[in-house]
């Protein structure tokens, strides 16, 4: 099944229907004021370029902690605020936060943020980012979105405008969880991706099953002849590291690296980062 399609609606579907569906009232009903009551908050997790040695970015991912619920996972609430039409406006929120971030970090590191489908489909992309941009005064080359393959499934003119137009702000565009969806590989000629995000389930399998390895392989080579970076997502072991590294993946994230941290922590790991580089990474 389809992770982009799964996610969420996974425990709707499930065999404990009535708490599935009572939990999902409750957490559309909290969701409501989240913004308002401030329980919103954006974590980054550090992106770490192989060639280089050093970490170039940090991928921005909300959280939501309400008081009696506690820490919702988003991969529990995104579904449940595209579903209550609450999406665009967290998404914006998210957006907006990460840009003025970002904009005060000591380095010009990139920050990328997730976009859902149903933004894609419904909010002018390109007024909103320049909006964010201007307003924050970070330089889109420092901007990345991140879509996932369910955004292509409406795979329309209008998409494609959106995309194309973030492209010409000069703002990149990374295609997340890739090989997890609905993977067609025409529509990597048609869409103007910068960057292929390798799900971490491929990560996990590397270094246990051969297959999983060629499948690696061959999105690695076939990236790098359609001139985008390749990222691997859920990095957790020198192992899996090495074997990436081995194959030509250009970007790592995981909790190799770090887990995502809250704002506070990000210049503190950029300094303790510059000091030791990759050699704390045991590789
Ligand atoms: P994603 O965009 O694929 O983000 C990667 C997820 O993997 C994050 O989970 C991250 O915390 C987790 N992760 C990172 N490194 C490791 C690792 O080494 N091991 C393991 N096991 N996990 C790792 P998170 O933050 O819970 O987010 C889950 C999903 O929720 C995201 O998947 C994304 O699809 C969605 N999401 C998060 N923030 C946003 C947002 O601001 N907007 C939208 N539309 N979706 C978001
Ligand atoms: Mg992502
Ligand atoms: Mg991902
Ligand atoms: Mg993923």
Redesign the pocket.
């Known amino acids: 099944a389809s992770k982009?399609g799964g996610?969420g609606r996974a425990s709707f579907y499930s065999p404990h229907m009535s708490t599935g569906v009572v939990r999902r009232l409750q957490l559309e009903r909290a969701l409501r004021n989240a913004i308002a009551l401030r329980q919103l908050s954006?974590?980054f997790?550090p992106q770490l370029d192989l060639d280089e040695g050093r970490v170039v970015g940090f991928?921005?991912?909300?959280?939501w902690r309400h008081p009696d619920l506690g820490q919702v996972?988003?991969?529990e609430f995104?579904a449940v605020?595209?579903d209550a039409g609450l999406?665009n406006e967290?998404?914006e929120w998210?957006?907006v936060q990460?840009c003025r971030i970002a904009a005060q970090w000591s380095r010009p590191l990139s920050v990328a943020?997730?976009?859902?489908a149903v933004?894609v489909m419904t909010q002018d992309l390109p007024a909103l980012v320049e909006r964010a941009l201007r307003q924050s005064g970070l330089p889109a080359a420092r901007l990345e979105v991140?879509i996932?393959e369910s955004v292509l499934l409406n795979e329309t003119e209008a998409t494609l405008a959106q995309l194309h137009g973030l492209n010409r702000l000069g703002v990149r565009i990374a295609l997340?969880?890739f090989g997890t969806g609905y993977s067609s590989m025409a529509y990597l000629r048609r869409f103007p991706f910068d960057k292929l995000?390798i799900?971490?389930c491929f990560v996990q399998a590397l270094n246990r099953d051969p297959q999983a390895r060629v499948i690696v392989r061959a999105i690695i080579d076939m990236a790098t002849g359609l001139r985008m970076a390749t990222l691997a997502?859920?990095?957790?072991t020198p192992d899996e590291l090495e074997a990436l590294r081995a194959e030509g993946c250009t970007l790592v994230?995981?909790?190799?690296v770090a887990?995502?941290l809250p704002v506070e922590q990000v210049e503190p790991f950029l300094a303790r980062h510059a000091a030791s580089g990759v050699a704390d990474l045991g590789v």
């Open positions: 982009a996610r954006v974590v997790q991928e921005a991912l909300v959280r996972s988003p991969a995104i605020a595209e999406i967290i998404g998210v957006l990460s943020v997730n976009l859902s933004q991140e996932t997340d969880d995000k799900d971490r997502e859920g990095v957790e994230q995981g909790y190799l887990p995502p």
